[in-house]
């Protein structure tokens, strides 16, 4: 079974700054995908960036980018030029392809808060 | 277009109760799944539902059961309500299709069971 670690529970840090949030993941697949979601306080969550894992080159959107080291299993989300609107939980998804089977396991999740 | 609808937004039962949770999907998405979000437990996948078959099966016990109508939506049942089935109950679809990864999450359900 496939397992995901946010060791991060919380973190705080002061808007326009750069933050990195940590996930760790284990599997024996070799092909999979990994996801972060963003869950702000209206509960919904929304998909923030997601990497393939037979790509190499790290995925990016706009302020948003990951670190994905496929052999050391871990798959870091980085926030550039923080803004307010950037609080909120966030959650590292693992899924492994099955026909386009829709499961996902989430990491327990990283509070971000940014600060005025 | 229109998001992951779900209905209620919230509930509050009494134990030993049955609910049902509801699940529109965006138009066209033929995938559902559920997922329980507890602090204690986290985010926990239950069930998918695709063409109205039941595709996929989380580690939640028989009280927790689904269906999936012909028009995609999804309805999500608990019976015999424990206390510690109180939690946000989310609900996503997809297109299931080859290639496409991406699930929307709807505002989910908060049930409280009392």
């Known amino acids: 079974a496939q397992t995901v670690t946010q060791s991060q529970p919380e973190m705080s840090v002061q808007e326009a700054e750069t933050v990195t949030l940590s996930c760790t993941y284990d599997t024996s697949e070799n092909n999979y995908y990994l996801f972060w979601y963003k869950q702000p306080p209206s509960r919904q969550m929304i998909l923030v960036i997601r990497q393939e894992a037979y790509k190499q080159q790290n995925a990016t959107e706009n302020r948003f980018s990951v670190n994905f080291q496929k052999a050391a299993k871990s798959f870091s989300l980085k926030i550039s030029d923080s803004q307010l609107g950037d609080t909120a939980m966030y959650f590292c998804?693992?899924?492994?392809?099955?026909?386009?089977?829709?499961?996902?396991?989430f990491g327990q999740g990283t509070r971000l808060t940014i600060n005025p | 277009k229109a998001g992951v609808t779900q209905t209620p937004r919230y509930l509050i039962k009494t134990r030993g109760q049955q609910v049902t949770l509801s699940c529109s999907p965006i138009?066209?998405?033929?995938?559902v799944s559920w997922y329980q979000q507890t602090p204690g437990q986290g985010l926990q996948f239950l069930f998918e539902y695709f063409s109205e078959t039941q595709r996929n099966k989380g580690n939640f016990p028989g009280r927790f059961s689904g269906r999936q109508f012909s028009n995609s939506r999804s309805e999500m049942n608990v019976s015999t309500l424990e206390l510690g089935d109180s939690a946000l109950y989310l609900c996503?679809?997809?297109?299931?299709?080859?290639?496409?990864?991406?699930?929307?999450f709807g505002q989910g359900t908060r049930l409280t069971v009392v």
């Open positions: 138009s066209g998405h033929r995938s």
């Open positions: 998804a693992f899924m492994k392809p099955d026909g386009g089977a829709q499961k996902l396991v």
């Open positions: 996503a679809s997809s297109a299931r299709g080859r290639g496409d990864t991406e699930a929307f």
